[in-house]
């Protein structure tokens, strides 16, 4: 007897199909085809044992299970499930009508408990996209997908649950992830947590008004900025501090940074989207692999795919190896990485604002009269990490001087992350509403066609940004980040037309490109 088991593979944030088929008939032997690996294949001694544990008897007879297509690898143990299932159908042990109406995916433990497998929210989509009824998975899978209301979702502890589904002699509507999540009190988890609970407020961060201009201006538009200061000056601080302003996730934003984290085995098991954006520091020290993503055995998303629709942040951005930072040029410009391997390749998406820090020489203390002890020539140097297309891709640049000591001391009352946080929500919704059937959700993703339509500029304007060109001697792309982050200035203004003290104030967040600056 033949039994069909839907199941599923990730590639990227994508899953595809993959059908687990079952057939008993006479002679003698287990086998297992399909290109799968070793985890694959080690589930067979997983799947018999389990199953004699909990009663069921494997068939003396030749047993052949076939992952279609055939021509696909399969990794990973998530296909434990579909084979119990498939041995204990094909052989007749027990009567499951309902096993064609699901997809199904688990790792099975020995004693029959069913264990989490990665890439839930993107087997769920597969599942709405195959029209199936629904789909049954390990618990702390399934609460991943708990948003999703228009199919079933089933949060297994146990094989004998799954059996109890697929049987459906009786309701089994509190194993659904809505119901389990709300029983174990997780419903209030990430996505309604407020975002200012533990993360710095503005108005603890001393000083450095002008940084505060400048980051609040990069929340609003979705721009990367960075911060070039002494040490204790408040890079790192105020860079903790821009997440508390940044607006929620839509919808849509929400889903496709959620299956990143799904696919990496790092979920929302609180049940649920992501609603708080990302916030990732890796160290600068960070190898090639963990910031771009890869892996031998299976492709994983690196640190700028995890930061998708949030904050990348850099500290010691000087202090990283040049090779790793031309490494960000390419996923900055396209707001995607694709990683390749011998036998596969693999498209992340890799939409982040890149908010890096540094110091401005080797001893840190440029700007500081007389402490720096560096050499022009060491100064320029040691920015020359920061090359020229890198650059260009950074809109926002702010020299972060030091933070005078009296103002410690008077401890003046300063405007409040809310606060602030408000401005860049009604800039972002305006953007929002200015982009809609765009693809994309603030202005610094905009492309040249859009920027035409978008960013229209007056005879005056003009005139103010061929000056600045002039004497700066900007490229193409930073002409068009300048124009880019003018239209976020006046979105903070709620204007609809760009100035030319829009223009004007934008460059002047561009002080590395004028000659000599360090000097």
């Not at 990973?76 to 995916?105: H, N, R, T």
């Not at 433990?109 to 996209?129: C, H, Q």
Request: aromatic fraction near 4%.
């Amino acid at each position: 007897m033949l039994i069909n088991i839907h199941s599923a593979k990730c590639i990227g944030i994508d899953a595809v199909p993959v059908t687990v088929e079952t057939d008993i008939t006479s002679g003698i032997g287990l086998h297992l085809v399909g290109l799968a690996d070793a985890a694959v294949k080690e589930s067979l001694l997983r799947t018999v044992t389990a199953l004699q544990s909990m009663g069921f008897r494997i068939p003396g007879k030749k047993i052949v299970i076939n992952l279609a297509p055939a021509d696909m690898h399969k990794k990973g143990s998530g296909y434990d499930v579909p084979i119990a299932l498939g041995i204990i159908a094909a052989s007749g042990q027990k009567e499951l009508p309902l096993i064609g109406d699901y997809l199904i995916m688990g790792e099975l433990s020995l004693d029959g408990s069913i264990r989490e497998v990665p890439g839930a929210l993107p087997i769920v989509e597969l599942a709405v996209r195959q029209g199936l009824r629904g789909c049954i998975l390990p618990l702390s899978s399934a609460l991943e997908a708990v948003d999703f209301e228009d199919v079933e979702i089933y949060g297994v502890r146990s094989l004998e649950e799954v059996l109890q589904i697929l049987s459906g002699q009786e309701s089994c509507e509190g194993m659904l992830a809505v119901n389990r999540a709300e029983e174990l009190g997780l419903m209030c988890g990430d996505r309604h947590a407020s975002p200012f609970s533990d993360i710095m407020d503005f108005s603890e961060i001393i000083g450095q008004e002008g940084a505060k201009r400048g980051v609040e201006i990069a929340a609003a538009g979705g721009h990367n900025v960075i911060m070039i200061g002494s040490p204790g000056s408040g890079k790192s601080s105020l860079a903790k501090a821009m997440a508390a302003i940044l607006p929620q996730m839509t919808r849509e934003e929400a889903l496709q940074t959620s299956k990143i984290y799904s696919v990496a085995g790092k979920g929302n098991a609180l049940g649920g989207l992501m609603r708080r954006r990302p916030f990732r520091s890796p160290h600068y020290s960070a190898s090639v692999a963990a910031l771009i993503g890869g892996g031998s055995d299976s492709i994983l998303p690196g640190e700028i795919s995890l930061a998708h629709n949030g904050i990348l942040m850099i500290d010691e951005f000087c202090e990283a190896p040049k090779r790793l930072l031309e490494m960000l040029r390419a996923p900055m410009e396209d707001r995607k990485v694709t990683v390749s391997r011998l036998r596969s390749k693999v498209e992340y998406p890799s939409d982040f604002m890149l908010v890096a820090a540094t110091n401005p020489c080797p001893c840190g203390y440029y700007g500081e009269g007389d402490r720096c002890s560096c050499t022009p020539s060491r100064r320029i140097a040691y920015l020359s990490k920061l090359s020229g297309p890198i650059m260009d891709r950074i809109d926002i640049q702010l020299w972060m001087h030091p933070i005078d000591p009296r103002k410690l001391v008077e401890r003046r009352p300063a405007e409040s992350s809310e606060a602030v946080a408000g401005r860049v929500r009604k800039a972002r919704q305006m953007q929002r509403k200015r982009f809609e059937g765009e693809g994309i959700f603030c202005n610094a993703t905009m492309n040249s066609r859009q920027i035409e339509r978008f960013c229209p500029l007056s005879p005056s304007c003009r005139s103010v940004l061929e000056r600045i060109i002039e004497r700066m001697g900007l490229s193409a792309r930073a002409c068009s980040r300048i124009i880019k982050l003018a239209r976020t200035i006046a979105d903070l203004e709620g204007s609809e037309d760009i100035a030319p003290g829009h223009l004007s104030e934008a460059a002047g967040y561009r002080f590395l490109d004028r000659r000599n600056i360090l000097e």
